[in-house]
């Protein structure tokens, strides 16, 4: 069972960062699917290292980008990620500590932290690269 599906409202016609979503989708799947076929812990840690290191990759990349195109909204748009980052730090070092188990209320932020960034914030910047001179 899918718990994201990729919509293609996500696409912001950067082929680059639209991989880069597909992937953090596919990341997320997988986060649900251990959680409901009782992964092993490790197996859990691993996704979310994955997920961590890959979003962290992700955002550097973008974050290049917007400052090679001078994108205005970039002081926030890196203020988002981080709150992102910071988050998903914080839920994986209690997973680590035995504190927390991957529950569906974190796999719902993810779910809705993902959704809600491409398709306001990336979408905003999607639309900016449009308008750039092309050449």
Request: charged share 25%; aromatic share 14%.
């Amino acid at each position: 069972m899918t718990f994201m599906q990729w919509d293609p409202n996500f696409e912001l016609g950067i082929h680059e960062f639209d991989e880069h979503h597909k992937h953090l989708v596919g990341l997320i799947n997988l986060a649900f699917d251990g959680f409901m076929y009782k992964a092993e812990r490790d197996e859990i840690e691993a996704v979310l290292d994955e997920l961590s290191d890959y979003a962290t990759y992700h955002f550097a990349a973008e974050e290049q980008w917007m400052e090679t195109h001078q994108y205005p909204a970039l002081p926030q748009h890196r203020q988002e990620h981080q709150r992102f980052c910071d988050r998903v730090a914080e839920i994986r070092e209690e997973f680590r500590r035995g504190e927390a188990h991957l529950s569906l209320e974190v796999l719902q932020f993810l779910h809705s932290w993902l959704t809600n960034h491409i398709l306001k914030t990336d979408a905003a910047y999607g639309r900016f690269a449009r308008e750039l001179p092309h050449g």
